[in-house]
Each structure stands twice: as C-alpha cells, then as structure tokens.
C-alpha cells in the first residue's frame, strides 16, 4: 500500500516509524516531515491545509490511505473534501470529518455532547460577550480555582487556571471582549475545577467498533515539579502506573463506549483515533477533553509499545472492518523525554546545529522540529528532539532515556529531568 501521512512533529515520525515495518507498505510519503521522517519514508514540500494539493499528489502517487496527523486539517475538513471528490473519495482517510472534530475544534460542542450522553466530565457553563454579565455571575457561584477555556483551537494555550475571583473575572473579559486568544476565545467556557491526576486514553474507531490503544501520560509544563507555562508537551510514559484494570474498565465503560455510541446516535461519523484526556478523581475517571488525533508526545510512547502491523488496523478503519484486526502490545514500559531550545515556549531561536543523534545506542530517537540541512541536522522548532526507551518499567525506561540525551546536544537546548516524578509513590 502506499501511504501519506499529514505532518511533521514527534508524533508523526512516530507513526511514519511504526508504518514503516509493515509488510503491507509499498511507498510511504510524509507532508511536510521533517529530518525524522526522511529516514523512514520521502518527505513532500506539501503543507497538511493544502487540499488541493493533497489531492493531486494522492491522484499521481496511487496514495491508499491518508493518516492526518495534526487538527488543523481535520477540523477544517479534510475527510469531508476526499468524500466529496469522485476522484479520490475510495483513498481512506484516518481522521473524523467536519462535524465530529469539532469535539477538538470546539469545548462547547464536546462538552454539550458529554451532557447529552452522560459522559463524566465537570460541571460547565458557556459564555460569549453578549453575556459577559452572566459568566461573572456564574464565577460568583463556583469555587476557587476556576478554569477558563478558550472555546476554539488554540495551539494547547487557550486554557487558564486562575485562583482569585477578579483575576478570573478581568481574564474572561480579556478572552471574550479583547480577543486574549483570538477567535478561539469568542465563546468561553467556564468549568468546575476538578482535583486528581491525569492519563491519556486512545482510542481508534471505524465508527462502529473501536480498538484501545495503550495508555500514556504526558507531562505539560515547561519546568521541573510541573511548574511554569504550558508547553506542548515535554515528555510521556507508558504504561500508566495507576490505572489499574478496575480503572481502565471504567474507562471503557463510562467513557469509550458512550462516546462511541453517542457519536452514532448523534449520527456523526467518526473514522480515525480518538484522544480522551482523563483525570482520576478518588477512584473514578472523568474527562478533561476530546482530542480527534495522537497526542504529542504520548505518541513517542504508544506507538513503540503497539505490536500489532498499524496498517492493518488503518486498513481496517478504511474499510469499516476493524472489529475483524487484532490489536496486540509489548509488556515493556516505554518512556519519552522532549528536548527543546531555550526560551520555549515563549520566544526561541531556530537553526541550531544538532549533534550526536547517531550516537544514541538502544534508544529511539523521534524528530519533533528537525530539518535537514545537507549532511547537518539543523532545528526549526520549540519542542526539537525525543530520545524513547523501553524497560522493565518507567523508571528503567527513563534511566536509559537520560543517558541518551547527553550524547545529544545543541545551543541553549533543554529537557526536564523528572518525567514521572509524580508516580514515585503510586509504581509499586
């Protein structure tokens, strides 16, 4: 088969990489890539929000299936463009349509479908500048810390956490009346503050049936002990320590299977992965969020661990007859590291020299911002490096993910180095 896959973080070459070891792959294409990418298949000068572009390479290349990486496409519509083209509307597309990525593309439409299929999730209201008055009243009403989300996409940045009452009231004034986050913040939801701890659940569906993929959980701030601004992510592990099987089944449970069902009840047809962020309260799992694509970079975790040939199971989302294809994992822990240039996420500098890649030994080593420069290998982005590992478990994995990084180093270049410090306690 010949593939192209849409993107060019960490968590496309991670998928490109597993793609790669199939015995079903004839050409696999990567738009744009990155100097990762390159190794495994061809990179193509094609931005993901080129569709007419996309679809002339699909046409010329004899392109089988399509793996959007990124949101941005699918909440643009890129599925709804392959289906109603005659030319290209037998390629599959693994990513949802439209409709069903507004679960990402808008908090307000997941969270209505959350209430509407009695999903977990915390309590909410929703907010524009006509009703400014009304979302101050509401602040009144709820409990400190409040939780403010930008209803659009935001590039992971559009949610605050603000303990004071009036920070929180100037804060939704700023994103609804000043555009803090552009369009994204046109409409604000205000949501009840949840306490516990966070996972990442994964799931890929052809729309009637669905396969669990293996569990992570990332780690978002910039600096040590979770502290600082958001970041797109700087590391992941996998598996979970805490979610137990008791745990994971109420996952399924209360959470997959409603979502599954209410995505066909609502009549939205969904092909491609689904990512649920979950937070563990006392014992019971609630939902933070809707992804409609991999996460970044639990991806760099989940796809070392999934065993089973990952064109077959896209095969089978194309073709609606994924309850047919197996899903099988290796036991081992796997854990990710992400190395960044200084200054992220805030101003940084691109174009740094990066050396020692290919001195990492028994580890792998997926490009986030990387470009190839003829024999060098040169930054272009904040989040630049990801060195993986297995191990008995994550601590094992992480033990030889450190080690590989000093072998790697560029100007001003930076990691956290207490990935899973959180789960010290709960590891048995």
Known sequence: ??????????????????????????????????????????????????????????????IDIVVVGPEEPLVLGIADYFLADESIKHVGVIGPNKEAAQLEGSKDFSKQFMKRHNIPTAKYASFTQDNLADGFKFLDKMKSPYVLKADGLAAGKGVLIIDDL???????????????????SSKVVIEEFLSGIEMSVFVLT??????????????????????????????????VP??????????????????????????????????????????????????????????????PRLRSDII????????????????????????????????????????????????????????????????????SGGRVICVTSYGKDFKKALDKSYENIKKINFDNMYYRKDIGFDLELIED
């Open 242 to 303: 805490f979610a137990t099987a008791g745990f994971k089944d109420k996952i399924e449970n209360q959470i997959i299977i409603p979502t599954i069902k209410g995505l066909k009840k609502d009549n939205i047809e969904y092909k491609g992965f689904i990512f649920i962020g979950i937070i563990k309260v006392g014992n019971d799992p609630y939902v933070i969020e809707y992804n409609c694509r991999m996460g970044d970079p639990e991806t760099e975790v989940v796809m």
């Open 166 to 184: 009036a920070e929180a009231k100037k804060e939704l004034e700023n994103m609804l009346t000043k555009g803090k986050f552009g369009s994204a």
């Open 1 to 62: 088969m010949n593939i192209l896959v849409l993107g060019s973080g960490g968590r496309e070459h991670a998928i490109c990489w597993k793609i790669s070891q199939s015995s079903q792959l004839d050409k696999l294409f990567i738009a744009p890539g990155n100097a990762g990418t390159n190794q495994v298949g061809i990179n193509v000068d094609l931005q993901p929000t080129d569709f007419d572009g996309i679809k002339d390479f699909v046409l010329k290349n004899k």
């Open 312 to 379: 077959d199971l896209f095969e089978g989302v194309a073709t609606t007859t994924l309850s047919e294809r197996d899903i099988m994992f290796y036991d081992k822990a796997a854990a990710a590291v992400m190395m960044v240039s200084g200054g992220y996420p805030e101003a940084y500098e691109k174009e740094k020299v990066i050396n020692g890649i290919h001195d990492v030994v028994d580890s792998l080593v997926f490009h986030a911002g990387t470009k190839q420069d003829g024999a060098k290998t040169i930054s």
């Open 206 to 239: 052809d729309g009637i049936s669905y396969k669990i993929l293996p569990e992570a959980k990332d780690y978002k701030r910039i600096s040590e002990g979770d502290q600082g601004l958001n970041t797109g992510g700087m590391g992941a592990i996998s598996p």
